[in-house]
């Protein structure tokens, strides 16, 4: 008698669902502090966190409903789908803070960035002007999709490492 396998990409979407929704609710605090451009150690390090919690739970559940069970791969695609199906959601979000909720949203950015530039004794006014018209290229919104994208994958696939191979483990055949 031959058991149902779990498919992960109904893990990867119910937990990319639940990634996106809270990834959501942090935007809208940062946003209700007026933090929501700055970005920051302290605020990619609590991403982080939320991002490999929800990863290794999904993981974690994937497993249990298996029987036990997850291959390396199966773990891999579980955290890749989670980070995929978040920034999906993440990135249709962004796109709304910027476009309808907050316009200048990327004008703030640019001034924030720039202030900080302008502590670095060892930067130009020109380099700084160069840099900003750089950023400004990448700004738009089709390169913030696109950027947004890789990034995603990349980095799920990177943060789907560790758990992945602390929780894999293969079925013996008996």
Known sequence: MEKNQPKTGKYALTYGLILGAISVAFLLMLYSLDMHYQGG??????SLLITIAVIAIGMVQFKKDNGGFMSFGQGLKVGVGIGL???????IFNQILVGVIDPEMMNKAMEYQKGLLMENPKMTPAQIDAQMEMAKKFSTPSMQIVFGLVYIVVSSFILSLIPALILKKKETIQ
């Open 41 to 46: 150690t302290m605020v990619m390090g609590v």
């Open 85 to 91: 199906i978040a920034g999906i959601v993440g990135i």
